[in-house]
């Protein structure tokens, strides 16, 4: 790793949820850090009650002297100004990727990846073994509820790092492990692999750079990565719902008591215990059997799993509620067709007699073109869908890829849509539209989430 005190490391947008977290563990550590981005946010709030010097706006005399390191992410242009001021004075520049690798460096890591909830599995595992000797640096792309950070490095001592691994650019494969997990695999993402195929080959990889002492816990729900499973050349571990997993849940077993879910969990047909947590939907008791299975090989105490489990408060933006009252407003960062299956099916299962309207936000022009009918049949838990315009993400708009040509698309398959051009709108829409009891959602990794929040707030002050 770096020589800490000598170091003084810059972020171009540092108030990203990567970046930050990444960040702040290298100032627990000593380091010098510096910052920039667009604007002012809770993050960048956080990072510099911490002490850390944050720029508003981009300018190459945000580069400081003495800048050792200058780390951006994929998502920063090479036209930026304090990319291009980097590169004059041959200031070393790395990736989020590549920062992270250099923090698991020299610890024993457990990375966290797939195409969907690695955030909450991450967060999970990390619940669990912050409340162990082990008491993990933990990087998470999204913010622990328990924590209300989304990174945690007390005293810094431990030997051991729990991290989200993010395939979406590939720089998951920078990173070197001893336990990963693979939630799952999809077709996201296909504008930086280009198809299905390439997605299978990085993953494969991150499967077999684990070193012989090390395991990879593969969950077996998912048909890629039971395939991909077959041609692994280091030790694994299945989960799922089979039996014939290595660890699996017992569905019969199952219960939910809104916002509990409990189940049976087995290692090889033997059973470990019987869990309780506060989430719901079978994509989250998944999520929460990879934590309990990567626990018990550290030889965690079951009892501790379970006080652990219990005491989740949840993770940013990961079916979240934000009013619960006649009606139930919940909030999730689904933007990927898998995803929002996952969180309707979810509130579908634990609410059987009551309306689900559904507002969705597309997320990129890109992706919203290359899953498109995917897209189109997402939606069938619901009863009534509100689709949004895209929301770009800094791309460039693509002809005839719209928030109203999606919304056309979903009407094929259901009964009851509306488009709506500007999110202000909704909340008019609303309230013509729901009824007591009702269960509304807002899904999508834009800026969807305000509307629920604003929402909620104005009939808590009704």
Known sequence: MLTKNKEKVHFIGIGGI????????????????????????????????LGIKVYYGHDKKNIEDNTTVVVNSTAISLLNYEMVEAKKRRIPMVSRGEMLAEVMRLRYGIAISGAHGKTTTTSLISQILMNTEYNPVCIIGGNHFNLKNNAHCEGCSSKYLVCEADESDGSFLKLSPVLNVVTNID??????????????????????????????????????????????????????????YDFYVDKSSIKIEAPYTSFKAYKNNNLIGEFKVPILGEHNILNTLASIALSVYLEVDIDSIKKSLMSFQGVGRRLNILYDKEITIFDDYAHHPTEIKASLKALRDTYKDRRIIAIFQPHRYSRTKLIFNEFVAAFNDSDIVIITEIYSAGELP????????????????????????????IENILDTKKENNDIIITLGAGNIVKVGESYAKRLYES
């Open 187 to 244: 077709n996201d993402h296909l504008d930086y692999y280009g198809n299905i195929e390439n997605i299978r080959v990085a993953f494969l990889e991150f499967i077999n750079k684990i070193p012989f002492y090390g395991a990879s816990f593969l969950c077996f729900e998912n048909e890629t990565v039971r395939d991909l499973a077959k041609s692994a050349n280091k030790k694994y571990f299945s989960y799922g719902f089979s039996s014939d």
């Open 18 to 49: 990567g970046m930050s977290a990444i960040a702040m563990v290298l100032h627990s550590h000593g380091f010098t850090i510096t910052g920039s981005d667009i604007a002012k946010s809770s993050k960048t709030t956080q990072l510099e009650d």
């Open 398 to 425: 693509i002809v005839g890829i719209t928030g109203k040509a999606l919304s056309l698309g979903v009407r094929e398959n259901h009964s009851n849509v509306i488009y709506v051009e500007n999110i202000e709108e």
